[in-house]
């Protein structure tokens, strides 16, 4: 071949090469985009923002699925969506992990696989500075409020009383701090954020009416190549401080803003 037609196969080639590259990093299966799935209601996991750490999305989580996705040389995406879709677009395909402060339970374990944890939390009672209301079963003739989906609903539904579910825990929050209902069952971290946001609030805990809960990263089931690698990075975090830090800083943040 002369040396100007080899200079032209080579251009040709990785000009052939690029648009191979181009099509796989597209899409988010086997490229090298890592797509998370998320609910950004959920202060200091996941939340908006003007400057966040993945576009406007800012939180603990957040800071989680970018250095999963460095550290394993990919591009992180994040999608926003409600949280009782994520499990439903993460076993469609549509995204390929979810991280929303979820709990590993094992009714979602029937449909998807979990990492290991990288957070422990528990439900706790939001109520008025003033209730009365001092453990869970003393929620049994209050009106208690409740977000869809959540695990603090399967908790109340399974001590069989009655609540009204909102769409997002500032809406539960709001209509406590109206005087509209007298409890909101939620998640630890998220619980202190809202009590920070709000005047005339606290958090009553009652250990032994919630288990804890433990917060992992859901992919497909059996898609272990992806697992494989998001347990690593959760390891290495949790092992080298990454995760506590994260959750000093942003517990801090999100009660000082
Ligand atoms: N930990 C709770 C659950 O898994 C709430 C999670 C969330 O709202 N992001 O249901």
């Known amino acids: 071949m002369k040396k100007a037609t080899k200079v032209l196969t080579l251009a040709l080639a990785m000009i052939m090469l690029a648009g191979v590259l181009t099509a796989c990093g597209g899409g988010s299966k086997n490229g090298s985009t890592l797509t998370f799935g998320t609910n950004p209601e959920f202060p200091p996991f996941e939340y908006v923002t003007s400057n966040g750490v993945i576009g406007e999305f800012d939180g603990i989580d957040m800071a989680i699925a970018k250095q999963i996705a460095d550290e394993n040389g990919m591009t992180v995406a994040m999608e926003s969506m409600e949280f009782d879709s994520l499990l439903v677009a993460l076993q469609n395909g549509q995204i390929d992990a979810v991280i929303a402060g979820m709990t590993a339970t094992d009714e979602r374990r029937e449909t998807v696989d979990f990492s290991t944890t990288y957070y422990t939390a528990t439900q706790v009672m939001i109520v008025k500075e003033d209730s009365d ?45 109206n005087g509209k209902c007298d409890v909101v069952v939620i998640d630890s971290a998220t619980a202190k954020k809202y009590v920070g946001d709000n005047e005339g609030l606290k958090i009553v805990e009652d250990a032994s009416a919630f288990e804890s809960e433990e917060y992992a990263i859901a992919v497909q089931k059996g898609n272990t190549e992806l697992l494989d690698k998001i347990n690593a990075s959760i390891e290495k975090m949790l092992s080298d401080g990454t995760i506590n830090e994260l959750a000093v800083k942003y517990t801090e943040e999100a009660t000082a803003e």
Do not use: N, P
């Open 133 to 177: 209301i001092t453990k869970a079963t003393d929620m049994a003739d209050k009106k208690i409020c409740v977000v869809q989906g959540y695990t603090g609903e399967v908790c109340v539904q399974e001590m069989g009383y009655s609540y009204e579910a909102f769409k997002k825990g500032t809406e539960a929050v709001l209509e406590l701090v």
